[in-house]
């Protein structure tokens, strides 16, 4: 059976960074038709954006919101999504644009780390400083992010309670990035290892 | 590093020069370089061996203990 490379050219590096570039290129796409949607809603009428909602349904009919200032807005319950009217307000726009970023950052800086990691590998240099700097990063990261999600979910929560009415609004923290961050960073120190052992071999005449 | 290699100095008495040294041991100049200049980590026995011949001398005259002060 023949060997399967893992490092290098015509390696299984090579098949993971076409993935990842993929991967990459859509997040962009996906990101930049968000952008787009919020510049057209600010000059549109409706002005709306969606957020998923999680809470354990009592009731069949849409939810609307009972707070004066938010009067188009409503959880529509099929769907498991806010409307969420920003009336024209850029303040709300804001906000609205600055949570969408905030959900996407992590994703697109995790992908371009992981983008450059492989094309180290792809070179055959695996042991690079600057790659136990990107691994430490995607590990920070990926361990804060179901964190600062968690966060932003109480907030969350708390507005439906306060704006929609008490409806079990569900806010779960998610481990497995969390767990996987923690591997990431233990993974860092082999590669602060390895780097060590690099140097140490170059160094020896 | 409490360990100086002193390969300069066994150079000079056998006036040696560091092209030739290269040529003799098989080392490149970058890395005969890296030793002169004391930023080696570690040298082989190897290395050694094939310097002292070169050089006609003995390990102890290539490398010398020198505690910090």
Redesign the interface.
Known sequence: MKKVNYLGQKSLSVFLRYLVNFLWYSQLIIVGLILIKFLANLFSPENTFSWPVSFVAKVQEDIVSQNPNILGSKIQVAEGTLLFDTMNDWHANAMMLLGVLIIAAPFLAITFQVRKILKSFISNDPFLKSNLRRIRLIGIMLMLYPIVLYIFGIGYSNYLNSNFGEYDFVNNMDFWPLFFGLFTLVISEVFRLGIEYR??NN??? | MPIVVNLDVMMAKRKMSLNRLSEEVGITLSNLSILKQGKARAVRFSTLELLCKALDCQPGDILEYRPDS
Request: net charge negative; hydrophobic share 40%.
């Open positions: 140097e140490d160094l020896t005449i």
